[in-house]
C-alpha cells in the first residue's frame, strides 16, 4: 500500500470517528427544547436535519484528519487532541462565516441575531466533539 492510499484510509477513519461524535452531539442537541424551537422558527424538518447533520460531519471530520496527518508538524498544539481542536476551531469560523451568517442575516429571518447565537453555540458544541473525538482516535492509533 502506497503511502497515499495509508493516508486516505487512516483520514477516512478519523472522519468517521469525527463525525460519529458530530452526529451524536448534534442528536443530544436535537432532543432540547430550544432546539426546537430553533427547528420551527427556520422550518428545518427533523430527519432531513440529522441527514444534513451526518453528512456535514463527516465532511468536516474528514478535512480536520486529512490535515492532522498530512500536515501533523504545521498546526499548533502539543499534541494531537490540541492540533484537532486548533483545526476543528478554524472550521467552526469558516462555518460560521460561510453558512451562519449568510443564512441568518442575508435571508430576512426574524431574530436574526437569536438564531445566530443559538445555531453558532450548537455549531460550536458539535465541533468541539468532533475535534475532541479526532484528536483521541489520531492519539491512540498515531505510534
Known sequence: MTRSQRLWRRATGLALVGGSAFWVTNFAISRT???????????????????????????????????LLRFPGRIWGSDSILKSLTLSVMALVLVTVLLEVPAKFLTGTPEAMRWFLIGATFNGLRILALGLAIGAAHERLSP
Open 33 to 67: 427544547p430550544i432546539a426546537a424551537q430553533y427547528r420551527a422558527a427556520l422550518s428545518i424538518g427533523y430527519v432531513p436535519m440529522l441527514l444534513e447533520a451526518l453528512a456535514g460531519g463527516l465532511i468536516i471530520g474528514f478535512c480536520v484528519g486529512y490535515l
